[in-house]
């Protein structure tokens, strides 16, 4: 019956794919697009130049790489929902304060912490989508996972660079840590369990 049910009616099907999806989009729309506002920090907030912004970048894949290996460490059973909550929470709490810092040692810290959470999200809904689906329909939910990531992107970019020209960086990148937040909360009825009483 499933080969028979087109993608997008599979996933409006089964809400938990179609939830993930959805919050994927949005994270990667609002919220990881932070990385275009990057160069106007390093010259115009630390007063830096090209090494600057070299650094932060560096520290962010740091953060990147950590995560990777933390997620590697978890055991199979880990509540993975749970896990991409905090990690929402934590990309917003990053955000806000990386805006608000203008001693850069502290910014790197971070910046480190939002290419933690970054690549702590994109992993994890690949994996809670991917286990969630039917073999038979794992390519087309790949598909639209692809769509939701590099898609959202390139569109996340320029609005965000639009934004930054009115509001101005430092605003802007705050606007994208409470964003996270706000997300984190809409999306919190999927992601955390209620316990039992």
Known sequence: MLHRCGGLNYIRQ?????????????????????????????????????????????????????????????????????????????????????????????????????GFSTMLIVPICNTIIQMTSAPEMRGRVIGFFAMAFFGMLPLGSMLVGWLSKWLGARNSLLGQGILALVIALAFSGFLVKKKKI
């Not at 007063?47 to 070299?54: C, E, F, L």
């Open 14 to 114: 089964t809400s938990e794919i179609g939830a993930t999806l959805l919050l994927l989009a949005l994270i990667c729309f609002l919220i990881i697009t932070y990385n275009t506002l990057l160069p106007v920090f390093a010259k115009e907030i630390f007063k830096g130049n090209v090494a600057t912004y070299g650094y932060l970048n560096a520290v962010i894949g740091i953060g990147a790489v950590t995560s990777t290996f933390y997620l590697a460490s978890k055991k199979n059973g880990a509540d993975l929902k749970h896990l991409l909550f905090v990690s929402i929470i934590l990309l917003g709490a990053g955000l806000i304060l990386f805006s608000q810092t203008n001693y850069f040692p502290i910014a790197l810290l971070w910046a480190a912490i939002c």
